[in-house]
């Protein structure tokens, strides 16, 4: 991948489209889906909002904001998780996200959902309910793995 080519293209503000790989997402992306993203001030961002950013080893991620906190020096700080996965990701701080997703086209045949505008009214009410449903996630493998949750 072409990371600072990518930063790049969203810093200049031009929306960036490419395919989707990977499973952390499933089911809400999926492998061959096609994502566009564009560049997003920290401010802006949302839970449920889904963000492409570097991870600390400079990978770049496309995961789901579950949670929002300040970093030092008043700094946004992101908490981010794959759908699919148990466990958050590190904290991301505002100064690593490269953009955000404002449209899937998914590799599907049903015509309605092929294209899903993540700017539309319903999915600015769905994205923060997925991210709901991700942490109840987090929460049940965490008291799980604590030995609080019997089989």
Not at 8 to 18: P, Q, S, V, W
Not at 38 to 63: E, M, Q
Not at 87 to 92: E, I, L, M, N
């Amino acid at each position: 991948m072409h990371t600072p080519l990518f930063a790049e293209i969203l810093h200049k503000g031009a929306d960036l489209r490419f395919k989707v790989t990977g499973r952390s997402m499933y089911p809400f992306l999926a492998d061959n889906d096609i994502v566009t993203l564009r560049k997003a001030d920290a401010c802006s961002l949302k839970t449920g909002d889904i963000i492409f950013f570097l991870s600390d080893h400079d990978t770049p991620v496309l995961h789901r904001i579950i949670a929002r906190s300040k970093a030092a020096k008043g700094r946004n700080c992101f908490i981010t998780k794959g759908d699919r996965l148990f466990q958050p990701d590190r904290p991301v701080p505002e100064t690593r996200i490269l953009g955000r997703v404002c449209s899937v086209e998914k590799n599907s045949t049903l015509h309605w959902f092929k294209k899903q505008n993540h700017n539309s009214p319903a999915w600015r009410v769905l994205n923060p309910m997925i991210a709901w449903l991700s942490r109840l996630r987090v929460y049940h493998y965490s008291a799980r793995f604590m030995g609080l949750l019997v089989k």
